[in-house]
């Protein structure tokens, strides 16, 4: 009776934090979820969840993912709660939910699809069960908050239920594991592509040694890193075979073809540049299936989401095309990916990098390791003129890319971004794009470098 109660309590008052937050700061945030949990500590259990709950996890791609499908699920005229205005931590699902349930916590829509943090898997699959788990990927990321991706590969796995269905791309052989004789397991991939390679050619490489018997693994191809076809000339082991998969990449119109198993095809459009989309898309498509959902939805609803989420944006200021991308900080893969843009385009330009701490003192550390592990060789390219490095950390990047071979007479240094937006605009060029690589916390940082663009002074 008192765990009832408290439960009502935290959802009046967490219902009544979100309407006020969301009218007065017009923002989204975990603060109902984290006072919802100082009153009912167990709350996520108690929601009565709906029978289609999809969980959205990995290392990369789980924002782009599970906003896609909560976007073909609306069309397919289904109602959705997700958390996309919150954290993706217990807090951030909690705030989520309560705005779509009613006072005894049943969730009145028809789908919950939640983007779950890696490392909060004990803290959310203990308490409610999805019908599906969507994983992304597992690469390395941040050394002092995940470790290594096996670490996080445990906190996933051994919470599992045999009640859930895992959708995992069969072309990451860490990834692709997980489930393994616990629950039902659906695969999809991406088939070689015109710039897959033979050998792994970026600066890191997560899945040398075979997981089943440790011997080296060989490699059919690779698309990056260690995302591609495995296997093993010992045991065995090679990649799963997919239910769904991608086929047809064509880098320069940025279409794909997605393949279902029950035959059907699509051509769909991703981000020119940006080779995760393809996953990204291909496993939303396969979920969406899975569920049922009509080909002629999916088709119809696919489309790029990452501006509406300010990761990638385009926009002309004063004649100058400004190209921002967030990339994610700690992790080289991630920004590796993001780099490889650079060499999608023939258009001149300047480059910024912003994927140091911008706020040193709240969010900052002293790790600086993910830089060497990072891709940086699209910025050799001619097309690149100059490099402004912005933040406390530029000497770090600055060093670190001197040592890996990219010409030092392109960069420019900034501690003070105030003085480095002044100086990108002063010194951008009508027909020359100015790109903006930034860190989540640097979001700020963007803005002024655009609103500097904006005021400048036509010559």
Not at 121 to 145: A, G, H, K, V, W
Not at 172 to 194: A, M, P
Not at 294 to 316: A, C, H, M, P, Y
Request: net charge neutral; glycine share 8%; proline share 2%.
């Amino acid at each position: 009776m008192i765990g009832k109660l408290r439960f009502l309590i935290a959802i009046i008052v967490g219902k009544v934090s979100a309407f006020l937050l969301d009218k007065i700061f017009k923002r989204g945030t975990n603060t109902p979820g984290i006072i919802m949990l100082k009153i009912c500590p167990d709350a996520l259990s108690r929601f009565v969840m709906p029978r289609n709950t999809i969980c959205v996890t990995g290392t990369n791609g789980k924002t782009g993912t599970s906003n896609l499908l909560t976007h073909i699920i609306r069309n397919s005229g289904k109602t959705v709660v997700n958390n996309s205005k919150g954290s993706n931590m217990a807090p951030g699902l909690a705030s989520a939910l309560v705005t779509q349930c009613t006072l005894g916590g049943k969730v009145t829509a028809d789908v919950a699809v939640l983007e779950v943090d890696e490392r909060s898997s004990q803290y959310i699959y203990t308490e409610f069960t999805p019908r599906y788990i969507l994983c992304t990927n597992l690469f390395r990321d941040s050394i002092m908050r995940n470790g290594h991706s096996g670490f996080i590969f445990d906190k996933i796995n051994d919470y599992l239920s045999k009640k859930t269905t895992l959708i995992l791309n069969a072309n990451d052989g860490i990834s692709g594991l997980l489930g393994e004789g616990v629950c039902d397991r659906v695969f999809y991939s991406v088939n070689k592509t015109e710039r897959s390679t033979d050998t792994c050619v970026d600066t890191v490489c997560d899945l040398i040694a075979c997981p089943k018997c440790n011997h080296k693994l060989d490699y059919e191809f690779f698309h990056y890193n260690h995302i591609g076809v495995q296997k093993c000339s010992h045991c065995g082991f090679s990649m799963p075979e997919s239910r769904f998969f991608a086929s047809d990449v064509d880098f320069e119109n940025g279409t794909f073809v997605f393949n279902g198993d029950k035959g059907e095809s699509l051509v769909l459009p991703f981000q020119k540049g940006n080779f995760f989309n393809v996953f990204n898309i291909t496993g939303a498509c396969a979920v969406c299936r899975l569920m049922g959902i009509d080909v002629d939805v999916i088709e119809n609803s696919i489309e790029d989401l990452s501006s509406k989420t300010g990761r990638f944006q385009e926009k002309k200021y004063n004649g100058v095309e400004v190209v921002s991308m967030l990339s994610k900080n700690q992790n080289p893969i991630s920004c590796s990916q993001s780099l490889k843009y650079l060499d999608s385009t023939e258009t001149e330009k300047d480059v910024v990098l912003l994927i140091t701490d911008s706020n040193d003192k709240v969010h900052g550390h002293e790790d600086i390791s993910w830089i060497y592990d990072t891709d940086f060789s699209p910025l050799s390219n001619e097309t690149v003129k100059t490099i402004y490095v912005g933040g406390s950390r530029c000497y770090d990047v600055a060093n670190c890319l001197e040592i890996k071979g990219i010409d030092t007479a392109k960069l420019v240094l900034f501690e003070n971004y105030d003085k480095l937006a002044q100086e990108v605009s002063k010194k951008s060029i009508v027909g020359r794009n100015v790109v903006v690589y930034f860190e989540l916390y640097a979001t700020s940082v963007v803005e002024k470098i655009k609103t500097a663009m904006s005021q400048k002074e036509v010559q």
